[in-house]
């Protein structure tokens, strides 16, 4: 290969030498001597071969440094950008390499040149296919180096986590040249990916040791201490990176990365403004940007920097979660929640990959694991072929849900991450979320008006409007009164299907025949709500009726649950109708979930909160009511608490468990 492509052949490292001084003395006193005898095209040359050593032993970001002086004494020399191209596809910046190849070709660059440097891409970025394998010794041929176009072939079976045959690549390449700092470079990172993260470890310090100038090694080393969850040891390698090669933009990104995950946003923010200030910003630099704008709060811009962003980048989980983040921040939930669903679903199939993984370390013969791991390899080598989660989920949500109902596609915007899509209350907030979301098909309401249970329609838009306070149903004060409308027509059919799914389940359970209209009158019995109770009006207490309250409080056994002051007690177990744990209200600190109005509080102590410990209280008269509403109401302190999700949970379990 001649030097105009950019390439030169990959040498041993820690070689004996020149001293630092000498070869500094030297370098200098050749560019003298090519600037006389040559001008601004010999000390291009110069430069580039200065460059090419670089690459040699793998310092990309002095090689880059030299390239940079080659163009101001050699503009518009295709050499220059042809060796950039290399120096950005071994950072696999694949925009990087595009951009200098369409520069190369512009300066008057070989198109079978550039085509080489564009198929050694693919390869390296995990595009390979049986016509691509077959494209070895040709570029070989063409002058290659064999060391960098086995390389090639390495990353690009990594790149599709291909890793077995990344392994007997590098194996046979490695025959006779085991201690090649790059060699033990790529064995360090194979052995980290497939768990050995000692042995990953051990042969990048060889690597480096080997050649201490190898930055890709180096950055692997702070990657792997990141990954491993050891923040500080990798802030502290990306730091020493960044000092010693400040023109490695991945260092940087790492950097960047590194003080984010640190809680230090606005300082990642100072490293990589002059990257993102450039006319055509990396793709992982816009990533690494809207992950930061996320966390600043700064949503929109977030989302601008997301756009930016090629395909691949936008497969990281980090990054997809951060994006859905800022996503659902502006209120756009709906792409949120399938930004997330993909998360989630690429998480189990990762998890079914690792879990095949140790069933063939134990037993290689087990072909139906090996061939069920060939599949999953399969579904994320075609995962990784340009598909944007982010995208596809943004281009779902313009195209819209014409077969939906307008209250359809209200619910699954503001209501389905906790209840699920189909109602049942297994969204996916429902397991961070205490109390748990309630199954709309099959829990009845909590907050009603009426003796049977069922939810009028006003109870219904009560809970939309204003929230169950105590638990993570927020209010929804931004929605018309047509949207709520719409809302309540679909968790009515939603409670109907419910039931008219467990008579169906119980009339096949039992082997009767089934007869449509007999369910349908059995779905509207279940489902149609009584007349609202008429509450009294409550006047304000005086000391008496306090004294009368006091007394039924204990008669009626509230205190059993809600303690003899009223902050509750917490010697009882509770649990509600699906046997989950359930705490009383702390009268004296809490909000009433119902309200806090005398009217709200005579109704949930009349009536109850069906699915809930909370029993109605139907043996006393409406004028013992009023008495126990107004001492439930003189026991509220300012100012209330409010717990988190977590706080409410730890609260629920600290209970003792009947039997124990």
């Excluded at 370390?361 to 999953?376: F, S």
């Excluded at 109907?496 to 359970?509: F, K, T, V």
Aim: net charge negative.
């Amino acid at each position: 290969m001649t030097e105009q492509d950019g390439n030169t052949e990959l040498q041993g490292a820690g070689q004996g030498g020149l001293s630092a001084r000498g070869l500094t003395w030297g370098i200098g006193a050749l560019l003298a001597l090519t600037l006389l005898l040559f001008g601004g095209r010999g000390l291009g040359y110069a430069a580039r071969h200065s460059a090419a050593r670089c690459l040699d032993v793998w310092a990309l970001g002095d090689a880059m440094v030299w390239l940079e002086r080659a163009d101001w004494v050699d503009p518009r020399s295709p050499a220059t950008e042809l060796m950039r191209a290399r120096c950005y596809r071994n950072l696999w910046q694949s925009g990087g390499q595009d951009e200098q190849l369409a520069r190369a070709r512009q300066h008057g660059a070989a198109p079978r040149t550039l085509e080489n440097e564009a198929l050694l891409g693919r390869i390296q970025s995990g595009r390979i296919s049986e016509n691509v394998e077959s494209s070895r010794s040709k570029l070989i041929a063409a002058g290659y180096p064999p060391h960098e176009v086995t390389a090639a072939f390495v990353e690009g079976y990594i790149a599709q986590n291909e890793l077995e045959r990344a392994q007997t690549t590098l194996t046979t390449w490695s025959t006779g040249s085991s201690n090649h700092p790059h060699v033990l470079y790529l064995r360090g990172v194979l052995s980290a990916l497939t768990g050995d993260v000692e042995g990953g470890l051990a042969a990048l310090a060889q690597a480096i040791a080997a050649e201490p100038r190898h930055e890709l090694a180096q950055l692997a080393l702070a990657q792997i201490h990141e990954d491993q969850g050891d923040p500080t040891v990798a802030l502290d390698l990306f730091l020493r990176l960044a000092e010693n090669h400040p023109a490695n933009d991945k260092i940087l990104v790492g950097l960047a990365r590194s003080l984010r995950k640190a809680g230090r946003a606005r300082q990642a923010l100072s490293v990589l403004q002059p990257l993102a200030s450039t006319p055509e910003v990396d793709s992982k630099v816009a990533v690494e940007m809207g992950q930061l704008a996320t966390e600043l709060g700064r949503y929109d811009e977030a989302l601008t920097w997301f756009h930016r962003a090629d395909a691949r980048d936008m497969t990281d989980h980090d990054a997809l979660t951060a994006a859905a983040t800022a996503l659902a921040m502006l209120g756009n939930t709906a792409p949120a929640s399938d930004i997330l669903a993909w998360v989630d679903e690429d998480k189990r199939t990762m998890s079914f990959v690792e879990a095949l993984e140790q069933r063939l370390a134990v037993d290689p013969g087990d072909r139906a694991a090996g061939t069920e791991l060939a599949g999953l390899y399969q579904k994320i080598a075609s995962t990784l072929n340009g598909v944007n989660p982010y995208q596809s989920a943004l281009a779902k949500a313009t195209a819209g849900r014409p077969d939906l109902s307008q209250g359809m596609q209200l619910y699954l915007l503001h209501c389905s991450a906790c209840h699920a899509d189909t109602g049942d209350g297994t969204g996916r907030a429902a397991r961070f979320v205490f109390p748990r979301p309630r199954d709309l098909l099959a829990e009845p309401a909590r907050l009603i008006s009426g003796p049977n249970g069922n939810p009028t329609r006003a109870d219904v838009q009560s809970v939309i409007r204003l929230g169950i306070p105590g638990t993570s149903m927020t209010p929804m004060e931004e929605l018309t009164d047509q949207e709520i409308d719409r809302l309540v027509d679909v968790v009515l059919q939603m409670r109907q299907d419910g039931i008219r799914n467990q008579y169906l389940a119980m009339l096949r359970e039992d082997g009767e025949p089934i007869d449509d209209a007999d369910v349908d009158e059995v779905v509207r019995i279940r489902s149609t709500p009584d007349a609202p109770l008429a509450v009294p009006d409550i006047a304000a207490p005086n000391p008496a009726s306090l004294a009368a309250g006091k007394e039924l409080f204990v008669q009626q056994s509230c205190h059993s649950c809600h303690g003899e002051t009223g902050t509750g007690d917490e010697t009882t177990p509770l649990f509600d109708s699906r046997g989950r744990p359930s705490f009383p209200r702390d009268l004296v600190r809490d909000l009433f979930k119902g309200g806090n109005d005398a009217q709200s509080v005579y109704l949930r102590i009349v009536l109850g909160m069906p699915g809930t410990p909370h029993p109605a209280n139907v043996a006393i008269d409406e004028t013992q009511l009023i008495q126990l509403t107004q001492y439930c109401l003189a026991l509220g302190r300012e100012p209330k608490r409010a717990l988190t999700n977590y706080q409410r949970a730890i609260e629920a379990s600290r209970r003792p468990v009947m039997g124990k």
